[in-house]
């Protein structure tokens, strides 16, 4: 009896002194913002880059991180000038880009996202390579406005354009344009700075990934900011550099396939070792990224 009590309360301790551990977590967590042009912000704190457009006609928001900080997002919003976002844009399921839809759901923002955005978290879902299991998410939290290509808003005399690139980051990315500020949100198609991650479980490819960079660099000019996924805001310049690497990493690694290479193998070969010091020091080690990529990668056609 005395052992069972003090497993229980060994149980306790660990349970409360995680929950702490994780409020301390999200308390110390400050937004930085960034103004990107007279009313468009991009914010960043834990999770997937938001963006935040302000106007009469009201707040436009794209990706909203973790719902623990919701309500820091919201008072960042407010400093900035904003309300409670009208319409908000998931760039793609990503639980770091969706964590706060079921809060803003519920306070009356309209959520906008590709149709397999929806698909993905009405189900329970895992992705194996994090291990992590993705419950289906309840109804406030799920987009009520899908699209399969593109949609437009019309607000703040601003067109914002958010159009669908295929099977990129996942199968459900969308890349939003500011047609007259001249800004890009990317969503994950753009990790600025070093390997991104590829859902290759959820439709990503590493082909995708180009074509989907490739279209916003035809999109862009020199004045135009382009908003990552992840890491710092950028412009076209830094977007085209990240393309080629992903470009060489490709060559290669179609060469491995066609050798019918296992993944194992491949990842030993250290194909990327001349790229990894300087791609290699973020989300993914090179180790990690190779094995993710190649075994989503089909091989060539002969
Ligand atoms: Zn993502």
Same mark, same amino acid.
């Given at each position: 009896?005395?052992?069972? !009590?003090?497993?229980?309360?060994?149980?306790?301790?660990?349970?409360?002194?995680?929950?702490?551990?994780?409020?301390?977590?999200?308390?110390?967590?400050?937004?930085?913002?960034?103004?990107?042009?007279?009313?468009?912000?991009?914010?960043?704190?834990?999770?997937?880059?938001?963006?935040?457009?302000?106007?009469?006609?009201?707040?436009?928001?794209?990706?909203?991180?973790?719902?623990?900080?919701?309500? !820091?997002?919201?008072?960042?919003?407010?400093?900035?000038?904003?309300?409670?976002p009208r319409f908000l844009?998931?760039?793609?399921?990503?639980?770091?880009?969706?964590?706060?839809?079921?809060?803003l759901g519920?306070?009356g923002t309209l959520i906008f996202?590709?149709?397999?955005?929806?698909?993905?978290?009405?189900?329970?879902?895992?992705?194996?390579?994090?291990? #992590?299991?993705?419950?289906?998410?309840?109804?406030?939290?799920?987009p009520v406005i899908?699209?399969?290509?593109?949609?437009?808003?019309?607000?703040? /005399?601003?067109?914002?354009?958010?159009?669908? @690139?295929?099977?990129?980051?996942?199968?459900?990315?969308?890349?939003?344009?500011?047609? #007259?500020?001249? @800004?890009?949100?990317?969503?994950?198609?753009?990790?600025?700075?070093?390997?991104?991650?590829?859902?290759?479980?959820?439709?990503? /490819?590493?082909?995708?990934?180009?074509?989907?960079?490739?279209?916003?660099?035809?999109?862009?000019?020199?004045?135009?900011?382009?908003?990552?996924?992840?890491?710092? @805001?950028?412009?076209?310049?830094?977007? @085209?550099?990240?393309?080629?690497?992903?470009?060489?990493?490709?060559?290669?690694?179609?060469?491995?396939?066609?050798?019918? !290479?296992?993944?194992?193998?491949?990842?030993?070969?250290?194909?990327?070792?001349?790229?990894?010091?300087?791609?290699?020091?973020?989300?993914?080690?090179?180790?990690?990224?190779? /094995?993710?990529?190649?075994?989503?990668?089909?091989?060539?056609? !002969?």
């Amino acid at each position: 009896m005395k052992i069972i !009590k003090k497993i229980l309360l060994f149980i306790t301790i660990l349970i409360v002194s995680e929950i702490s551990f994780a409020d301390h977590h999200w308390k110390n967590i400050e937004y930085q913002t960034i103004q990107v042009r007279e009313n468009i912000y991009a914010m960043m704190a834990e999770g997937g880059n938001v963006a935040v457009f302000i106007g009469d006609e009201g707040t436009f928001l794209i990706d909203d991180q973790f719902a623990p900080l919701t309500e !820091k997002m919201l008072s960042e919003i407010k400093n900035l000038g904003g309300n409670t976002p009208r319409f908000l844009v998931n760039t793609h399921w990503h639980f770091d880009h969706t964590g706060g839809n079921e809060n803003l759901g519920k306070a009356g923002t309209l959520i906008f996202a590709h149709d397999n955005v929806r698909k993905l978290l009405s189900e329970d879902n895992t992705i194996q390579v994090f291990n #992590k299991e993705l419950p289906a998410s309840p109804r406030e939290a799920l987009p009520v406005i899908t699209f399969s290509t593109d949609t437009s808003f019309h607000i703040n /005399s601003e067109t914002v354009h958010a159009f669908h @690139v295929h099977n990129a980051h996942t199968n459900g990315d969308s890349v939003v344009h500011f047609q #007259k500020a001249n @800004v890009i949100h990317a969503g994950d198609v753009w990790f600025n700075g070093f390997y991104p991650f590829i859902d290759v479980e959820h439709g990503g /490819s590493l082909m995708g990934m180009i074509n989907a960079a490739t279209t916003i660099i035809n999109m862009a000019d020199g004045e135009t900011v382009i908003i990552p996924g992840h890491g710092p @805001v950028g412009n076209k310049a830094a977007l @085209v550099e990240y393309r080629d690497m992903l470009v060489l990493v490709l060559d290669k690694l179609r060469t491995y396939k066609s050798q019918g !290479k296992p993944v194992q193998e491949v990842v030993e070969a250290k194909p990327t070792q001349e790229l990894d010091a300087i791609w290699g020091d973020g989300f993914l080690n090179p180790d990690q990224w190779i /094995s993710i990529v190649y075994s989503g990668l089909e091989a060539p056609k !002969k």
